[in-house]
């Protein structure tokens, strides 16, 4: 069984209903920063995330579509897959403005992309909006995604990270 089938198998399992769980998606997201696989199979998990569907979870869906922009051959369907994805990604935080975790979504994708595409304008007010809103969420899966991709983003301070490590 190549790697690839391997991975989809595992990540097929995360499907509830044909959408996957939002808990999965946070992990599978976190491992599927610089692995091709893995950012494959999530893509394939969250195809049938719609628009109606839970706005993180299309936030979630968004940034791993301008993932796909990265393994693709071919500028036209580099750009299709990252113009798709920032799109799904604007209109989640349209949808939803006070979710702190799709703020941090957003900011985990402009924080990463090559600054040629453009798609790098919010990060500062995406890092001020975490950091004022931080204390806000209640979910402690969420705050857990917010705080373990804070650990290791670039746009905070340590002192910034000490800071919100108490909350």
Not at 62 to 90: C, H, N, P, Q, S
Not at 104 to 129: A, H, M, W
């Amino acid at each position: 069984m190549s790697l690839k089938l391997g991975i989809t198998t595992v990540f097929s399992f995360l499907f509830l209903a044909g959408v996957i769980d939002l808990g999965k998606a946070r992990s599978a997201y976190i491992g599927a920063a610089d692995n091709e696989n893995a950012t494959l199979a999530l893509h394939e998990d969250l195809i049938s995330v719609a628009k109606t569907d839970n706005k993180t979870l299309v936030a979630f869906k968004g940034a791993v579509t301008t993932m796909m922009a990265k393994y693709t051959k071919g500028i036209k369907d580099k750009k299709a897959y990252f113009k798709e994805g920032a799109e799904l990604l604007e209109f989640a935080l349209e949808k939803d403005p006070n979710n702190v975790e799709i703020h941090c979504i957003r900011l985990s994708v402009q924080e990463n992309v090559p600054k040629i595409t453009g798609y790098t304008k919010n990060i500062k007010e995406d890092k001020q909006f975490i950091l004022d809103n931080f204390g806000s969420i209640s979910n402690k899966n969420s705050k857990n995604f917010v705080k373990g991709y804070i650990s290791k983003s670039k746009a905070f301070s340590e002192a910034e990270r000490q800071l919100l490590q108490g909350s």
